[in-house]
């Protein structure tokens, strides 16, 4: 049942090009026209949109800040995420032109679902993007798009991570669309891309042998840090929880523009310090801030682990440790990005002698708010 593999983490994380690609069947044509059939929200009506907000817990809540990073860029509509506990007990703004996107892999988390109901109550439109079919989110929403990525029974979220992104940039890209934003080039270059994603994941799964190696060299450390910026501030965040999760260590992430307002203090002599390294296109600027950024840690001690993409020369007399991933449009990077994150955590989790399939004081599905 586990395909050979001895946890079923691994397994799942191997499968991620697979998921990617069932994510993305039947929705993409060759023309670039998307369909979103169970989304069951008409043209019309996502055209009277004026406000999102997108409610998840957990690494579902980072695939959603992601996807506001997207949004907001193609579709030019406000997007707020928030964590689905805090949600309803804050008295949030919601009325019938604001569409409330709830992620969640299970469809049963409690809280995410105490946020759905109460957003039907105050007559928002509900849209779920589940994996589990016929659970209970998407069962009370207005409508859904199912991440199709198979069962998946490690406790931690990889492949749902992943195509809970995928999902994510079809309801933004199919929002831009209906909504005829100017950038309808732009979208069309990234329909095309994001159909060419499970080669990309493929591509990055032949990489990462050497992540394992240096994984197990970190065993010891106490703390590990992430840094990001833009798309990869919640791939950083979402390294960090991962390590939490399943390496039982202490992990913090940070943008990497908010060191020098006081995390900078932490870093020391050793201490690992994994900073994704934004793509080169369309975000120059960024990109040179975090190399800076990089330098700046390193001659405070860190241990400078670098995700960057291939062929970027700039950042490798910076880089102890020099992680390569494909070059694909900035926006759409964290689908490649959080795959080293992910081997990262598990190699660690294991060398440390873990459980990854059942982290301690974790359940797959968290039913109680
Ligand atoms: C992390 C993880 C959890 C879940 C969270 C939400 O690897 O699995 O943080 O993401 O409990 O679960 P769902 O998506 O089922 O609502």
Redesign the pocket.
Known sequence: EKGGYDYFMLKEIVEQPQAVADTLLGRVAVDGTLTLDEMRLAPSELREIEKIVII???????AGLIAKYAIEHWCRVPCEVEV?SEFRYRDPILNRQTMVIA???????M??LMAVRYAREQRARVLAI???NGST?PRESDGVLYTHAGPEVG????K??LT?LVACYLIGLYLAQVRNTKFGDEINAVIEQLANMPEQVERVLGTVGPVRDLARSLADSGTVLFLGRHVGYPVAL?GA??LK??AYMHAEAFAAGELKHGPIALIEDGLPVVVVVPSREGRGVLHDKIVSNIQEIRARGARTIVIAEEGDESVRPFADELIEIPAVPTLLQPIVSSIPMQVFACELALAKGNDVDQPRN?????TVE
């Open positions: 998840a817990c957990g690494t579902s809540y980072h689905a992620i969640s892999q299970s469809g049963e988390s809280d995410t589940c994996n589990v989110i406790v931690a979220a990889t749902t991570f809970q979402e929880l991962k999760e399943l974790l359940a797959k599905s968290v």
